[in-house]
Structures are given as structure tokens and as C-alpha cells.
């Protein structure tokens, strides 16, 4: 497991950021930041879950860094905080002694993002999914998966993808060798917004997920995409019925989750009543801690067999 050489925070800047509204600026978003001594994992391949409605941005996943290393946050459909504000993902770049996490924020022009291919629309260089056009956004049908949801504009581009390869991070041994164009830089120094309360309740949720632990999932995430932020039951059910169908899953052991999993809902169902159909933060932890439990749980059952052998 690679292990944590620094992390930097500068307490001026995150009083600054502390006291600030949403708009802030890029200085603010590299000032804290994440330094290891090894590079994240190759990005997963997965497919991208359909666009739950007008109004919802992809917003690709990452490797993150916590306190067990390094883990998988799902590329997942998010509402950006304005009108006409596109995503630049975040990044890993060599800093010449440790690899530095450049955090990802909204802004109205696509910034650098270390020329990663992320994929569905994120080429490496700017953002092929879509843009805004009179206050409304319009998708790019040829990177934008919609399933049967019916969505108001969408047009259809061909995106030629000249980085093809999994590569995620810039600079250092391996790493990629693009630079910031003049026109990522000036994108860099416009006023952004920081990721939304949905993003960071997003990852923190995965930073609690240990399924999700590069260490612990060999490169392969479970969770590798989600339709919009909080779908964890869904996705847990969906596991379930795989390992059902694998025969990996006893009865015993599904009606054990099953159960768990109804115990959760009814729950949150509670809390929403109570809350005037909202969750507030404590809940929000609380249910995410609790699907935390329930995915090792699957994850037990479903590999107890193979560790028995």
C-alpha cells in the first residue's frame, strides 16, 4: 500500500476558504491539497449509468486519497451550482518530490485536468458532453448515456479520442506529459465554484467504503458509477441479485442483507417524515455508515467460499 509522504494544508488559505461564499477562487482550490509518494491506480473501465434528467452534469471518477490509501470515487451525475458552470475534474500531477491532488471545480470554461482520458466527453483536454446554450444545457448524444429518460437538448457529435490510454495522473514515471494550454490557464485563474455539498458527501461516503480501497479491490472498484449521488441501496441490491445468480449467495446470507438493507430504508423513510422529505447531515452519515456495514457484509458472503478454499 502506498504510503502518505505529506499533507500539506496551508491554514491561511483554508481560513480563507472557510469564510468565503461558493465563488472562490483557484488559488483557494490547489491551496489544500494531498502529496504521496505513489501514483493512483489505471482508471477503471466502466460504463457510464443513463442521465437521470434535464439539468444533470457527469462529473467523472477519481482516485482519492484517505487515510488507508488510496480509494475509488464513481463517476456520477451531479446539478452544478449555476447556470452555465462546466466541470474540470480534479487531478494527480508530479510536484517533483510527491504526487499532488489538483482539486476539480466548477467554472464557466474547462480548465487543465492533467490530460487524463476520463472519458465520456472528458478527452484530456476540454469537455466534448455538451454546453449551455440560452440557459439550458445540451448533451452530446455520442458520450451521453440516457437510457429511456427523456431529455430536452441533445445533439450528436463525433468525439475523436487521440489519448486512448488508462493513465491517471500527469507528470513522474509513467505519467502523462501534457502541459496546460494558455487558455487552461486562463480558465484557471477565472472565479470558481467549489464542488457541491452532493460531491463531497460523495466522496466521503466512498473514503468509508472499504470495497472501494484500491488495496482492497486490486484496481476494480465495485462501485465504479452511480446514477446521482445517495443510489448506494440500489447499487447493493444490484450486487446482491449478482451473487445470487453466481451462486455465491446463500439464502441465509440474502435475507440477512435483505434485512439489513429494509432496517436502512425504513430508517431514512422515518427520518424524511420527520424532515419534511429531506435528510439532514447527521442522517446523511449516519445511512452512510450503516451502507458501509451492509457492503462489507456482501462483500464477505459473497468471497467467503474462495478465502475458505
Known sequence: ??????VRTILLAAAAAAALPAVASAAVNIAIGVSVNT?????????????????????????????????????VWVRPPATGVLWTPGYWGWGGSAYVFHAGYWGPHIGFYGGVNYGFGYTGVGYEGGYWRGG????????NNFGSVH???????????????????????????????????????????????????HEQAMRNDRS????????????????????????????????????QLTPH???????????????????REANGGHLNQQERQQVNH?????SQQIH??????????
Open 1 to 6: 500500500m502506498p504510503s502518505l509522504k505529506t
Open 39 to 75: 501514483p493512483p491506480p489505471v482508471l477503471p473501465v466502466y460504463a457510464q449509468p443513463a442521465c437521470p434528467g434535464d439539468g444533470y452534469m457527469w462529473t467523472p471518477g477519481y482516485w482519492a486519497w484517505g487515510p488507508a490509501g488510496y480509494y475509488w470515487v464513481p463517476g
Open 136 to 143: 439550458a444545457f445540451s448533451y452530446n448524444r455520442a458520450v
Open 151 to 201: 431529455i430536452t437538448n441533445v445533439y450528436n457529435r463525433t468525439v475523436v479520442v487521440n489519448n486512448v490510454n488508462r493513465v491517471s495522473y500527469n507528470g513522474g514515471r509513467g505519467g502523462l506529459t501534457l502541459r496546460a494550454s494558455e487558455r487552461e490557464q486562463a480558465a484557471f485563474n477565472e472565479h470558481h465554484f467549489q464542488p457541491t455539498s452532493n460531491q463531497i458527501s
Open 212 to 247: 472501494q480501497l484500491a488495496s482492497f479491490n486490486h484496481g476494480r472498484p465495485q462501485t465504479a458509477a452511480m446514477s446521482r449521488v445517495g443510489e448506494r441501496g440500489d447499487i447493493q441490491q444490484q450486487r446482491v441479485a449478482n451473487g445470487v445468480h453466481s451462486g
Open 253 to 271: 446470507e440474502t435475507g440477512s442483507i435483505e434485512h439489513n438493507e429494509a432496517r436502512i430504508n425504513q430508517q431514512v423513510h422515518a427520518d
Open 290 to 294: 450503516e451502507q458501509n456495514h451492509v
Open 300 to 309: 464477505n458472503d459473497t468471497h467467503n467460499d474462495r478465502e475458505r478454499r
